[in-house]
């Protein structure tokens, strides 16, 4: 079923973008290094698309690659530039990306891919990747092998992205695109129980709901979190799973 509220939440994330910068999670090292070893030769240049504040971009940057994020809201793309100056910013989106054909190695998506309009974006990621290049999705989700985890997470699941990870749905497919393979990496977080509420806060349903809603919804996650003895007192790691797609430009033959 369709979300009447998907274009709201999609473009709802630039009021909550300072927040969003300090509590979202960073993604592994070998998640993303994993994802470029998909790439038929060696990776240069990186598109980071739908950056946001630039989660996925340092990690991108970390690793000595030549980036280009492309983000639609000014406010995230404001607080990206201060995480990533050596990143080049540009406005753009995901249906309509201000790159030359064939002119980057890899696209990278970190928790942004299910708010694009899937097709036309493959399309469009297409004529950017080179071919032998590769598309690489990820996103990062509470751990749901650890019992507390599961609970906890009951709480402030929306579904919005889960469709690819949870085996609702089989990953696109694309005429200019091989099949999507995907690996999953451990992955953790250091949080307080008020960081970590403030980190849900930052998720879309959350800040599109109605006040009343809103403090209702964090005032259950922040009962959870005080009578849980794993999070009650102090600093902890919050248990993640990287979920990592990536699908390989198709050569000519």
Not at 36 to 43: C, K, Y
Not at 99 to 116: I, K, N, P, R
Not at 222 to 242: Q, Y
């Amino acid at each position: 079923m369709s979300d009447p509220t998907h274009a709201r939440r999609a473009s709802s994330f630039g009021s909550q973008a300072a927040a969003y910068a300090e509590h979202r999670p960073d993604y592994p090292r070998e998640a993303i290094e994993w994802g470029l070893s998909g790439v038929t030769g060696t990776p240069r240049r990186v598109l980071d698309l739908g950056a946001g504040t630039g989660k996925l971009t340092l990690g991108l940057v970390a690793l000595g690659l030549d980036v280009t994020a492309v983000e639609p809201d000014p406010e995230m793309r404001a607080e990206l530039a201060k995480v990533t100056p050596t990143a080049t910013s540009l406005d753009g989106q995901a249906e309509r990306i201000p790159l030359a054909d064939a002119s980057v190695d890899a696209v990278f998506a970190g928790q942004a891919f299910h708010w694009f309009d899937v097709q036309p974006s493959m399309t469009e990621i297409g004529r950017v990747l080179r071919p032998g290049g590769v598309l690489v999705p990820m996103w990062n989700y509470e751990d749901d092998s650890v019992p507390w985890v599961a609970e906890f997470s009951k709480l402030g699941r929306t579904g919005v992205s889960r469709a690819w990870t949870d085996g609702g749905q089989q990953p696109a497919t694309h005429p200019l695109f091989e099949p999507f393979e995907s690996r999953t990496f451990p992955h953790a977080q250091r949080r307080t129980a008020e960081s970590l509420v403030e980190t849900i806060a930052t998720h879309s349903h959350l800040i599109i709901a109605e006040p009343a809603d809103r403090a209702a919804a964090l005032a259950e996650i922040r009962g959870f979190l005080a009578s849980n003895p794993h999070t009650a007192a102090g600093e902890f790691d919050l248990p993640l799973r990287t979920w990592v797609f990536r699908a390989r430009r198709i050569q000519p033959c």
